[in-house]
């Protein structure tokens, strides 16, 4: 509708949504608006009734429970636009909370698994040695791939085994084992500077056309070591992520430093990590227990 370019421009410049918020909130809206036509409900005059309606609908074809409870949160943001801008008198999503199942832990690889697929890189060449930087930096640091393809030269401090994380406007430090160092210190120091291709480049991480490593080419580079390694499991760079949080969970480290080193603005967020490491001692007795 005519209104969509402007929702946009007030999620980026009113709100300060983030790319990724932005593009799945006018996904959501469209879909939403799709279902109105069809229901012929004039989206001004929507009431909550019609959200409840449509949160079945999405939940019958088979739609997340992650997925509906961002669409809801998407409706309101919406309906917040209308209301500001004269269009609405109400917000229907208002106070509507989609039913919630219980949370699914994340998947984490073992300390064994970690170690195999980290060894999956050819370091003779430079893509390998590119690639084992890039594991082994993310497994260190338990950072984003947005963070980790945004980095630049200048965030690093091999020195002090530190690098200067980037999210939005918050910036935080998270220390790297030496492993990490050591891979990446060999990558900066001898395989960068044959691929960039322009001097003034900032990537910390660039592709073997020496431009700024994309998300689609990390997802691949670790889709391929995994499949190199046959490790079962399915591992994205998220899975990484989780694997650091809970093993640092699991040898002593306190859910408030964990929470800073992953950049959580809630500790809610890093008390998932809890629930897996009590799951898998859980499963633990009761694969060991005689009168489990």
Known sequence: MEYEKRYEQWLREDRQASDNTVSSYLRDIRQFLSWLDREGIVPEEAEQEDVVRYSTHLGSCGKSEATIVRSAASLKSFYQFLMEQGMTDHNPARGFRP?????????????????????????ADMKGCRDK????????????????IGLDLSDVNLAAGFLRCSSREKKRMVPIYPAAVRALEVYMRRVRPQLIMAPEEEALFVNMNGERMSRQGFWK????YQEKAGIEKDITPHTLRHSFAAHLLENGADLKSIQE????????????????????????????????
């Open 99 to 123: 039913a919630r199942t219980q949370r699914r832990l994340p998947q984490i690889l073992t300390g064994r698994e970690v170690e195999f697929f980290l060894d999956q890189p050819d370091t």
């Open 133 to 148: 930087a890039m594991l082994e930096v993310l497994y260190a640091t338990g950072i984003r791939v947005s963070e980790l």
């Open 221 to 224: 580079i670790v889709k391929h």
């Open 261 to 292: 080193m992953l950049g959580h603005a809630d500790i809610s967020s890093t008390q998932i990590y809890a629930q897996v490491i009590n799951q898998k001692l859980k499963d633990v007795y009761n694969k060991a227990h005689p009168r489990a």
